[in-house]
């Protein structure tokens, strides 16, 4: 295949549970509430053995993490992925952390030099490009809503409007990129990852994100509710929690939180 690109994280020679082939159902909307909205009112009609792949030209309400407004025009990939695990599946913080792992994979061999804000943001230069939502339903099994937004051709009338420095595949490389190409290696490489996760949990993850971690060594404000904690990003662990290293150097672990750089 003269498409393939060297792939670190799935050089390990390593047992893994999942079929081999995965079976993707595609559902296409030319315009949609939200992605996440739709599979969470429709899981019914969702084939529970194979990853459904819902995506959207735009949506009317796009939301990201803590129910924040997501805007979205044409020219953007907006997907959900929904898929079951078993109730004790142990690595669900990971699930959006391997799909991040999978998008820069795919974009990284595009030219796109990422980097990764804890838990699952993708940034180019500093700048967001793609968010990861990942919501969880209870029923006899857990129902994985793995949403994603990734601003491919977004021009930048469009992204002064975002609430936050944001910018896109178009405006960095020059050129108009087709959704497909990106979305479907992307669907693929995430589909892989989820097979070594689910075998082998997150330690062969944890170099390669150890790597992309953005803000590395400098001082950040993280939010979890109400509380707020300043310190040191400081480091991965191998479960994908952050290690923060407080004023007093004392190192905690989180494995839920919002984080920003001091202004």
């Given at each position: 295949?003269?498409n393939?690109?060297?792939?670190p ?9 999942l ?7 595609y559902?296409?909307?030319?315009t ?7 599979v ?5 009609l ?9 995506t ?10 803590f129910k924040?407004?997501w ?5 953007n990939?907006?997907?959900t ?7 004790d599946?142990s690595?669900l913080?990971?699930?959006g ?8 994979h795919?974009?990284e061999?595009?030219g796109?030099p990422?980097q ?7 940034l180019?230069?500093k700048?967001k490009?793609a968010?990861i939502?990942?919501?969880?339903l209870?029923?006899?099994k857990l ?5 994603m ?9 469009h992204?002064k409007?975002?609430?936050q420095q944001?910018?896109?595949l178009?405006?960095f490389?020059?050129k ?9 290696p992307?669907?693929?490489?995430f589909y892989?990852y ?6 082998s949990?997150?330690?062969h993850?944890q170099p390669?994100?150890?790597k992309?971690l953005a ?6 404000i993280?939010?979890?509710?109400n509380q707020?904690?300043?310190g040191i990003c400081?480091?991965?662990?191998s ?9 007093s150097?004392?190192m ?6 919002e ?5």
């Amino acid at each position: 295949d003269t498409n393939y690109v060297f792939d670190p994280i799935l050089s390990r020679r390593t047992p893994m549970d999942l079929p081999i082939k995965p079976k993707f159902d595609y559902i296409h909307f030319t315009t949609i509430d939200s992605t996440n909205s739709w599979v969470k009112r429709n899981t019914d009609l969702l084939n529970q053995n194979h990853i459904s792949v819902i995506t959207a030209n735009q949506q009317t309400k796009g939301y990201g993490r803590f129910k924040r407004s997501w805007m979205s025009p044409l020219g953007n990939i907006y997907a959900t992925l929904f898929f079951t695990l078993p109730l004790d599946y142990s690595y669900l913080i990971n699930l959006g952390q391997i799909l991040a792992l999978a998008c820069n994979h795919v974009l990284e061999s595009k030219g796109f030099p990422l980097q990764l804000k804890w838990p699952n943001d993708l940034l180019l230069k500093k700048k967001k490009i793609a968010g990861i939502l990942v919501e969880v339903l209870h029923t006899e099994k857990l129902e994985i809503v793995l949403g994603m937004g990734l601003n491919v051709n977004m021009d930048e009338e469009h992204l002064k409007k975002v609430d936050q420095q944001a910018t896109s595949l178009m405006l960095f490389s020059k050129k108009t990129w087709i959704l497909g190409s990106i979305l479907n290696p992307i669907l693929y490489t995430f589909y892989n990852y989820l097979r070594l996760l689910s075998s082998s949990g997150f330690t062969h993850f944890q170099p390669i994100y150890q790597k992309l971690l953005a803000f590395q060594g400098k001082e950040i404000i993280c939010r979890l509710g109400n509380q707020k904690i300043q310190g040191i990003c400081h480091s991965i662990n191998s479960d994908g929690t952050l290690n923060l290293q407080l004023p007093s150097g004392f190192m905690i672990s989180l494995n839920a939180a919002e984080i920003s750089t001091k202004k």
